[in-house]
């Protein structure tokens, strides 16, 4: 069977010359590319990145300045939505 960590060194070995951490990210963008794509809707496709962080690293996929990286990026991101929906 096919796991995360395998599926992660497969991209990275075929796409990347072996780099885990960009296959990582890959792998992450494209399950929120598909969040976007389903939901509609910014502030709950961003609420629900946070988990999704949360798993890929307890999974140990993103490294931990990615993860840093991706929680400051996904908070300046609903800090926009919530202006956006303050001010009308």
Request: proline share 1%; aromatic share 6%; net charge negative.
């Amino acid at each position: 069977m096919l796991q995360f960590e395998d599926l992660q060194g497969l991209i990275a070995d075929t796409l990347f010359n072996g780099n885990l951490t960009i296959a990582g990210l890959l792998m992450f963008s494209f399950i929120i590319g598909v969040l976007f794509a389903l939901v509609k809707n910014v502030t709950a496709v961003l609420l629900i990145t946070l988990p999704i962080i949360l798993v890929f690293s307890s999974l140990g996929i993103l490294s931990g300045d990615m993860i840093i990286i991706l929680i400051i990026i996904t908070v300046l991101g609903l800090a926009m939505s919530a202006r956006g929906v303050l001010s009308g």
